[in-house]
């Protein structure tokens, strides 16, 4: 698959960010001419894996999260979320709906369970105290 364009933008782990890195893929992704609920479905899975960066990765400091989005032929967005956080000790653990390594009355634990919902394929990797690496893998059909 022949990659046509892409874009790659290191930001602080801090809220603020995560509106920026909706807004900025969305900007990318414009040239693609997605409908509104697909740039929608994207833009949520986007959030939910920023916010697992900024509330999880790093505990006890601001850290940098890398956010690559690449288009590819057929209309096939890959966007990957990098941290160099503390990590996933157990990523099948931390996959399954409702598990959270936060105060569970602040926290959902919903978060990978949203981005599969919404993009066609999700792939983590990480290693404690290495940070986690989230590939966001969706295909855009062409509009009717």
């Known amino acids: 698959m022949k990659m046509l364009n892409q874009v790659k933008i290191t930001f602080a782990a801090r809220s603020v960010n995560e509106g920026f890195a909706r807004a900025a893929l969305a900007a990318f992704l414009v040239q693609l001419d997605p409908t509104v609920p697909q740039l929608a479905d994207i833009k949520t899975a986007v959030s939910e894996a920023v916010t697992n960066c900024i509330v999880h990765a790093y505990p006890d400091r601001i850290g940098p999260i890398t956010m690559t989005a690449a288009i590819y032929e057929g209309g096939v967005v890959r966007i990957t979320i990098t941290d160099r956080g503390v990590g ?41 105290g290495r940070g986690t690496r989230v590939t966001l893998t969706k295909r855009l059909d062409a509009r009717a």
């Open 88 to 128: 996933i000790p157990d990523i099948a653990k931390a996959m399954e709906p409702m598990f959270t390594t936060g105060d569970a009355e602040e926290r959902a634990g919903l978060g990978f369970a949203v981005m599969q919902n919404f993009m066609d394929k999700v792939k983590v990797s990480s290693a404690p």
